[in-house]
């Protein structure tokens, strides 16, 4: 168990649909990544927030947004759903602030939320 | 932002040690390399971290050559359940906002 939590752990929906998934860091962490992983593909950066700021940006679609809120949890925000965005979602968490002196940012994923668009 | 290079798989028996080589080139003096390894449909999984030279802990060992242009994890005398993915990750993920996980190294062990 990492200490990450995310919900909803499956969600099936239609195209053109919103959903939101949520992410609870592991306590103490402040930065938090989202990441996409379709099936039988790597890894997909999307998007990372540090102490309730926006830190960095990969490859989020404009359809796609998140936030982290005062309390460190994130929400993950998909809009007008498409067949192609079914896929895993991991959301992870680090304690350190990524592009420090040393590049190093230890991170530990959740279970993931499995998106299924139909 | 240091682009890694990982064999696509590996297979390999219970009970033999297995050596996974990433090369990464274009390092920066700051970055660390760390490995992760996923399951099918889990979260990638910490293993381990390091700077140069060799790092252990209890489930693998780093060892990082002095120019610390690749990297090579190993992972003794394994079973069935390391079959897995394996990452090689260089600096951070998020350099320059883009993701450096690349695609891993599928490794099969066999009874």
């Known amino acids: 168990d990492s200490g990450v939590t995310q919900t909803p752990k499956h969600l099936i929906t239609a195209t053109g649909q919103r959903v939101t998934l949520r992410c609870s860091p592991r306590?103490?962490?402040?930065?938090v990544y989202w990441y996409q992983q379709s099936l039988d593909q790597g890894l997909q950066f999307l998007i990372q927030y540090y102490n309730g700021e926006e830190r960095a940006k990969g490859n989020i679609l404009e359809r796609f947004s998140a936030q982290q809120f005062p309390d460190l949890h994130s929400e993950l925000n998909l809009s007008s759903l498409e067949l192609g965005d079914s896929a895993l979602y991991f959301c992870?968490?680090?304690?350190?602030?990524?592009?420090?002196?040393?590049?190093?940012?230890?991170?530990?994923f959740g279970p993931g939320t499995r998106l299924t668009v139909l | 932002l240091a682009k890694t290079t990982q064999p696509i798989s590996m297979d390999s028996y219970e009970g033999q040690e297995v050596n996974i080589t990433c090369s990464h080139n274009?390092?920066?003096?700051?970055?660390?390399i760390t490995w992760y390894q996923q399951f099918p449909s889990q979260g990638p999984r910490f293993i381990i971290q390091?700077?140069?030279t060799k790092v252990t802990n209890e489930v693998a060992s780093l060892f990082i050559p002095a120019d610390r242009k690749s990297s090579t994890l190993s992972l003794p005398r394994v079973s069935l359940s390391d079959t897995a993915v394996y990452y090689c990750?260089?600096?951070?993920?998020?350099?320059?906002?883009?993701?450096?996980f690349g695609d891993g190294t599928t490794l099969t062990v066999k009874p």
């Open positions: 274009n390092i920066a003096t700051n970055d660390y």
């Open positions: 990750l260089v600096g951070t993920p998020t350099n320059a906002g883009k993701s450096t």
């Open positions: 306590s103490g962490d402040l930065s």
């Open positions: 992870a968490s680090s304690a350190q602030l990524a592009g420090g002196p040393m590049r190093t940012d230890t991170q530990y």
């Open positions: 390091g700077y140069k």
